[in-house]
């Protein structure tokens, strides 16, 4: 038998906790709003358009029970935040729109938009952490969070919340990638899997200070490179190489990159 004190311990914290909605059904929700912005993503066929304009009054209703039942904020009122949220879905559309636009320019092997909505793991991160940010925006709490988790859990792509990122973003592959919290991204940058923009300290007394790099417009980073720190500026138009590591600024227009020493030594297989 297990310990009754342990038992009667888990028995009352969980009287203290109040039934929420699971992670799943607030992933579902976002699912929804980004397939019906993008029917290419949708199990359905077409919708009317008395039928469009119901869903998403549908999914307004719904961000509404979210909003109540996760009790993220007990003194706001939680309709006004869902009708703001829908009001400025418009301007994150045009703004994923410009993410898709970057991925077929800059991809040569994407041939389609579809393609890019229905496989691409980099613009699905993106358009999920572009749903949470507009969310934290709002002040919304603890939403954010999990849509960016659950992002990360399908595509192997960190991209938190708080981040500030610009149009035109492009992550190309992307796997390993981790973009921290007080991150900004300018326009028309490109990232490859394994990059890092992170922190130089995970003090907790830093947690209202920018911790995170500044990257300029039009900025290319390839893959296994990590940038530390919140005074850490990569400027405009610059490339950061593979693997580098770099903890301090970089002037407009630098390429920087790590050189390691490599051998190749001809007809020395051993048999």
Request: proline letters at 4%; hydrophobic letters at 40%.
């Amino acid at each position: 038998m297990m310990d009754a004190t342990f038992l009667q311990h888990l028995f009352d914290k969980q009287k203290r906790v109040e039934a929420v909605p699971s992670n799943r059904q607030i992933s579902e929700w976002a699912v929804q709003v980004i397939a019906l912005l993008y029917p290419e993503k949708a199990e359905t066929g077409t919708l009317s358009l008395a039928d469009l304009e119901k869903r998403f009054a549908g999914l307004q209703e719904d961000l509404v029970h979210i909003l109540n039942g996760t009790q993220a904020c007990m003194d706001c009122d939680n309709r006004d935040r869902s009708k703001a949220f829908f009001q400025n879905l418009p301007g994150l559309y045009q703004l994923l729109n410009t993410d898709i636009s970057a991925i077929l320019a800059g991809d040569p092997a994407a041939t389609n938009e579809f393609e890019i909505v229905r496989a691409y793991p980099g613009f699905a991160a993106i358009s999920f952490y572009r749903v949470a940010h507009a969310l934290l925006k709002l002040e919304v709490p603890l939403l954010p969070r999990i849509l960016t988790e659950y992002a990360h859990s399908k595509t192997g792509i960190d991209i938190h919340p708080g981040a500030s990122i610009d149009e035109h973003f492009f992550i190309d592959h992307g796997t390993g990638i981790v973009i921290g919290e007080t991150t900004h991204i300018g326009k028309h940058v490109k990232l490859y899997q394994g990059v890092t923009l992170g922190a130089l300290s995970v003090n907790k007394n830093l947690a209202h200070v920018k911790r995170h790099p500044t990257v300029e417009d039009h900025v290319v980073i390839y893959s296994g490179a990590t940038i530390l720190g919140g005074e850490t500026v990569v400027g405009h138009h610059s490339v950061i190489g593979g693997n580098v590591w770099l903890t301090a600024s970089v002037p407009p227009g630098s390429l920087v990159f790590h050189n390691p020493e490599i051998t190749v030594l001809e007809g020395k297989i051993l048999n």
